[in-house]
């Protein structure tokens, strides 16, 4: 079956950086858009980062532009989120999510479309 299992999270500083990976199993990865999602206590799930099953679109929220890089290793089966000038407001739990894709090399930002997900890694930023 497929699984995503996130890792990498933890507590760091303002200002600090992590990189969250997602490794995939059980589906043609190179086939997926892919995207990293995340949820605060007491808020909704938000959209941070997507890209395209070849890599070549992605998409950032407003909140993390110039911050935060996705990339992925079709290779590797694994789509990372690279986390820079970490903020206090980025605390949460992140999930990666996939999207099977046919047609279109682009980018997915709702939510709603992706079929499977990971079940989270905390991410704690202190001040």
């Known amino acids: 079956q497929v699984q995503l299992v996130e890792s990498g999270g933890g507590l760091v500083q303002a200002g600090d950086s992590l990189r969250l990976s997602c490794a995939t199993s059980?589906?043609?990865?190179?086939?997926?858009?892919m995207a990293w999602f995340r949820q605060a206590p007491g808020k909704e799930r938000e959209d941070v980062a997507a890209?395209?099953?070849?890599?070549?679109?992605?998409y950032y929220a407003d909140s993390v532009k110039g911050r935060f890089t996705i990339f992925r290793d079709n290779a590797k089966n694994t789509v990372y989120l690279q986390m820079n000038s970490l903020k206090p407001e980025d605390t949460a739990v992140y999930y990666c999510?996939?999207?099977?894709?046919?047609?279109?090399?682009?980018?997915?930002?709702?939510?709603?479309?992706?079929?499977?997900w990971g079940r989270g890694t905390q991410v704690t930023v202190s001040s």
């Open positions: 059980g589906l043609t990865f190179s086939t997926y858009a």
């Open positions: 890209i395209s099953w070849s890599g070549g679109n992605r």
């Open positions: 999510a996939a999207r099977f894709t046919t047609h279109y090399d682009s980018a997915y930002s709702s939510p709603t479309t992706y079929a499977y």
